[in-house]
């Protein structure tokens, strides 16, 4: 569940031609080049003497401290690298690193609360690390304990839920872990909305799992709506049309005007007014699942 978090396109002059004494923008510049080496090839201690001395000059610089932390861990000194991290973590929401580094630490203590408070972090300031963070949840839902930490991070509602959700129906295999998941949201405080719904309902049904998607659209309709559904539900127009599977989808066609309208009798009604001109009309669809019979 490792998510990497280095710049390997630094291009900065090497570490051991940096004197002991430069600035500490120079001297943290050539630290974080070095450490985008391969790992057993990173001059560690160099590192932390770079590191160190760029604090001494600057105390608060979040950059050489978390670079610090990579250092102590090197060194083998874990409770120092992560008090390092802590503290970096706490000067700057906007530096990815010591808050990736604590996602990591705390997801092998299996610390998933502390771990998911970090990655919160970085989706919000740095969503270019999504796919990375991401992939690390997909894989962390087959885990029980994690799944659950997971629903209660969802169910705060981030600004980053609806692309996760997203993401994770991209992926064929994993409709199983998204249809857990929006099932569980939907028992919560802030269930889905259409657009997180969307795509876990194309997932299952490309997947041809009508049962279990039909299941979860039903779960997102008003309770009072239950007792009116029959076998083509909201057929009399009552409900909101959100284009959700099993509900209508009404997409503009050229040369057709389509919208749903109150009749004389104050009911709904489909009205579809075509105008000049052959029009290969498919802008009216409704999916349904029907028990087998008559």
Do not use: C
């Given at each position: 569940?490792?998510?990497?978090?280095?710049?390997?396109?630094?291009?900065?002059?090497?570490?051991?031609?940096?004197?002991?004494?430069?600035?500490?923008?120079?001297?943290?510049?050539?630290?974080?080049?070095?450490?985008?080496?391969?790992?057993?090839?990173?001059?560690?201690?160099?590192?932390m003497q770079a590191?160190?001395?760029?604090?001494?000059?600057?105390?608060?610089?979040?950059?050489?401290?978390?670079?610090?932390?990579?250092?102590?861990?090197?060194?083998?000194?874990?409770?120092?690298?992560?008090?390092?991290?802590?503290?970096?973590?706490?000067?700057?929401?906007?530096?990815?690193?010591?808050?990736?580094?604590?996602?990591?630490?705390?997801?092998?203590?299996?610390?998933?609360?502390?771990?998911?408070?970090?990655?919160?972090?970085?989706?919000?300031?740095?969503?270019?690390?999504?796919?990375?963070?991401?992939?690390?949840?997909?894989?962390?839902?087959?885990?029980?304990?994690?799944?659950?930490?997971?629903?209660?991070?969802?169910?705060?509602?981030?600004?980053?839920?609806?692309?996760?959700?997203?993401?994770?129906?991209?992926?064929?295999?994993?409709?199983?872990?998204?249809?857990?998941?929006?099932?569980?949201?939907?028992?919560?405080?802030?269930?889905?909305?259409?657009?997180?719904?969307?795509?876990?309902?194309?997932?299952?049904?490309?997947?041809?799992?009508?049962?279990?998607?039909?299941f979860l659209w039903?779960?997102?309709?008003?309770?009072?709506?239950?007792?009116?559904?029959?076998?083509?539900?909201?057929?009399?127009?009552?409900?909101?049309?959100?284009?959700?599977?099993?509900?209508?989808?009404?997409?503009?066609?050229?040369?057709?005007?389509?919208?749903?309208?109150?009749?004389?009798?104050?009911?709904?009604?489909?009205?579809?007014?075509?105008?000049?001109?052959?029009?290969?009309?498919?802008?009216?669809?409704?999916?349904?699942?029907?028990?087998?019979?008559?």
């Amino acid at each position: 569940n490792a998510v990497d978090w280095r710049d390997s396109n630094a291009d900065v002059p090497a570490l051991a031609d940096i004197e002991p004494n430069a600035k500490p923008a120079v001297l943290v510049e050539a630290a974080a080049a070095e450490v985008t080496r391969e790992v057993a090839d990173v001059n560690w201690d160099g590192v932390m003497q770079a590191t160190k001395a760029a604090l001494k000059a600057d105390p608060l610089n979040v950059r050489a401290l978390s670079l610090l932390g990579l250092s102590l861990q090197a060194d083998n000194q874990p409770e120092a690298a992560e008090q390092a991290m802590t503290d970096a973590a706490a000067r700057s929401l906007r530096n990815p690193l010591p808050h990736l580094w604590l996602y990591n630490t705390f997801l092998q203590q299996r610390a998933y609360a502390r771990a998911f408070s970090h990655a919160d972090v970085v989706l919000r300031a740095q969503p270019e690390f999504s796919v990375s963070v991401f992939l690390s949840f997909g894989e962390l839902a087959v885990e029980p304990t994690a799944f659950k930490q997971l629903v209660l991070e969802l169910e705060k509602n981030p600004p980053w839920r609806a692309r996760f959700l997203t993401w994770l129906a991209r992926d064929p295999d994993s409709a199983p872990r998204s249809a857990a998941l929006i099932a569980e949201l939907q028992q919560g405080k802030t269930p889905p909305r259409s657009n997180e719904l969307m795509p876990v309902l194309n997932q299952l049904i490309a997947a041809k799992d009508y049962d279990e998607a039909f299941f979860l659209w039903l779960r997102s309709l008003p309770e009072d709506k239950f007792a009116s559904l029959d076998y083509l539900p909201n057929g009399d127009f009552g409900l909101a049309i959100t284009d959700l599977p099993f509900d209508w989808s009404l997409k503009p066609t050229p040369g057709a005007d389509i919208s749903v309208v109150s009749t004389a009798g104050a009911e709904e009604a489909l009205r579809v007014q075509f105008y000049a001109g052959r029009v290969p009309f498919r802008g009216v669809r409704k999916l349904l699942v029907l028990p087998p019979g008559r």
